[in-house]
């Protein structure tokens, strides 16, 4: 069953969170060419993200997942989990990215953009916009998963690694008690497929890295787009 996403629908980006790195880059991409029409190069109302460039969102994320993780030590479940100032203001912020991502204050039609962090902002993200779609990366690797220094230090986040693992009361090395980028990504999947159903898209890295046009040309017909040029 398909999602179609055609020039005259209302706002329905598309979030893609997943590890930097070439494949998550060759996807983008793709979208971003299969989003032009006639002659157009590039559709204005199909904005694309580089991981290479900041980005509106990722300063979005710059500025309140500190507060965020340390009221909810994850991703929030529910806009209620988080402290109602700071939901309002996350709010208002989310308005002023998009318009800064789209350089316009009335966003329409297709445009995504790809910010691993904004998996922390599902439940903002789907009351704002509720036709959003999600493409989910997920990765086996710790190292590629949580590049090193994007949320080390921050309130109850740890970093993914072998020597965070501390031993049981069974001797067995369990890890620490805290936040991690696949704990992180679990919650949000939860999350996700209970609210977005088929506007949610999954795939593996070592998947997209081994037929990375076979994968994205299933999430392309998934979307209703046609394939690039």
Request: glycine residues 8%; negative net charge.
């Given at each position: 069953m398909k999602t179609p996403v055609t020039e005259n629908d209302?706002?329905?980006?598309?979030?893609?969170?997943?590890?930097?790195?070439?494949?998550?880059?060759?996807?983008?991409?793709?979208?971003?060419?299969?989003?032009?029409?006639?002659?157009?190069?590039?559709?204005?109302?199909?904005?694309?993200?580089?991981?290479?460039?900041?980005?509106?969102?990722?300063?979005?994320?710059?500025?309140?997942?500190?507060?965020?993780?340390?009221?909810?030590?994850?991703?929030?479940?529910?806009?209620?989990?988080?402290?109602?100032?700071?939901?309002?203001?996350?709010?208002?912020?989310?308005?002023?990215?998009?318009?800064?991502?789209?350089?316009?204050?009335?966003?329409?039609?297709?445009?995504?953009?790809?910010?691993h962090r904004l998996l922390f902002f599902l439940p903002f993200l789907v009351e704002r916009y509720p036709n959003m779609i999600l493409v989910q990366l997920l990765c086996d690797d710790p190292d590629a998963l949580a590049p090193a220094g994007l949320l080390t230090g921050l309130p109850g986040w740890r970093q993914e690694r072998d020597d965070d693992r501390r031993p049981d009361a069974d001797g067995a090395n369990a890890p620490a008690p805290a936040q991690s980028w696949a704990q992180a990504h679990a919650e949000a999947a939860a999350f996700a497929r209970a609210t977005l159903g088929l506007r949610h898209h999954v795939f593996r890295m070592d998947e997209l890295s081994a037929n990375p046009d076979a994968c994205s040309s299933r999430l392309l017909d998934a979307l209703g787009l046609p394939e690039p040029p």
């Open positions: 209302p706002i329905s980006p598309i979030f893609i969170v997943g590890p930097e790195g070439a494949q998550t880059e060759f996807l983008i991409n793709r979208l971003h060419r299969a989003g032009s029409w006639g002659s157009t190069q590039s559709d204005p109302i199909f904005s694309a993200h580089s991981f290479d460039k900041p980005n509106p969102f990722d300063k979005l994320c710059d500025r309140f997942l500190p507060a965020l993780l340390e009221q909810n030590a994850g991703p929030a479940d529910t806009v209620n989990d988080v402290d109602p100032e700071l939901g309002q203001r996350l709010r208002e912020a989310i308005v002023l990215a998009t318009a800064a991502h789209l350089r316009s204050a009335s966003p329409a039609g297709r445009w995504m953009v790809g910010c």
